[in-house]
């Protein structure tokens, strides 16, 4: 599930092949979408941001993707197969030494330099938790627009903080200890900057390109609480729960013993949380 670590991480794995190639041929699925006037244009920068990625040109355009739930950008061989349906390719971009694919976006134009400025979803994008430096007093200015939103949709608005993403929510509030129906209003500045710190710093543990993880141990479980509904937690036992959230309805996995107050991390990104020793 593309999240802020997926994109920083495809943004670094296209940037060394794409950056300086010539496009030789584009193709897309969609007839509206103008590939034909890609050919000659050069890459002169891969960019992520949040979610989105962007593939900027020397003429001064943009294309533009996010990749939702089941998108994905892959790098070929002249000539290799496709691990994906070609059916499912939205846009086809030959360099010199190989083609680069997008597969099922949710999003995909081409922009002008003016048309970027004006993309609400960019020009709205809170702090990117990936930047090297994030400014807490705009973090918490952002949080407390909305005190009366329950943190676990709070952490999904991309305009508040961008990159988490649905399985990030429910690990990060579980390293939180903090419920997820909780609203903004009635958690401390010292909580909200706590969670973003410790989506920061698994979001950054998480750009080796290995499988997604938020746990140390060498168990063979890599999360916390997203995808066990109805087993037992790790730390006290009890089931994790399961419920949809949000107008969009996205699920939020939680225990409803390790997370019933919102008090500080007991497991930090660095720390296992102590483990019952049923589980």
């Known amino acids: ?4 670590d997926t994109i920083f991480r495809t943004a670094t794995r296209l940037r060394p092949v794409l950056v300086g190639g010539s496009i030789q041929a584009a193709r897309a699925r969609e007839p509206s979408f103008p590939a034909d006037s890609l050919v000659g244009c050069t890459f002169s920068a891969v960019e992520a941001r949040g ?7 020397d003429d001064a355009r943009t294309i533009h993707s996010h990749l939702g739930m089941h998108g994905s950008w892959h790098l070929y061989r002249p000539g290799e197969r496709w691990q994906k349906d070609p059916r499912r390719a939205a846009l086809e971009l030959e360099i010199p030494i190989a083609v680069c ?3 099922s976006p949710t999003v995909l134009q081409l922009l002008s330099a003016d048309q970027l400025l004006r993309v609400r979803q ?6 990117d938790l990936l930047a090297e430096q994030v400014d807490d007093a705009e973090v918490l ?3 407390r627009i909305h005190d009366r939103v329950p943190i676990g949709e709070a952490v999904m608005n991309q305009t508040i903080v961008a990159g988490i993403g649905n399985v990030y929510k429910s690990e990060v509030l579980f390293l939180a200890r903090t419920n997820p129906w909780t609203t903004v209003g009635r958690l401390s500045d010292a909580q909200i900057l706590n969670i973003v710190q410790t989506a920061r710093q698994w979001l950054a543990k998480n750009l080796t390109g290995d499988p997604r993880r938020t746990r140390s141990a060498l168990d063979g479980r890599r999360l916390w609480v997203y995808g066990r509904s109805g087993r037992p937690c790790l730390v006290c036992g009890r089931r994790i729960e399961l419920r949809r959230q949000g107008d969009s309805g996205r699920t939020t996995y939680w225990c ?6 919102g008090g500080p ?3 930090g990104p660095d720390r296992e949380a102590p483990r019952i020793t049923s589980c």
């Not at 599930?1 to 802020?4: A, F, I, L, S």
């Not at 979610?51 to 040109?57: D, E, F, S, V």
């Open 1 to 4: 599930m593309p999240e802020g």
């Open 51 to 57: 979610k989105h990625l962007l593939m900027h040109l």
């Open 256 to 261: 409803a013993q390790c997370q019933r107050d």
């Open 101 to 103: 694919v997008c597969f």
């Open 122 to 127: 960019l020009a709205q994008l809170g702090p």
């Open 141 to 143: 200015r952002r949080f």
């Open 265 to 267: 991390a007991e497991a």
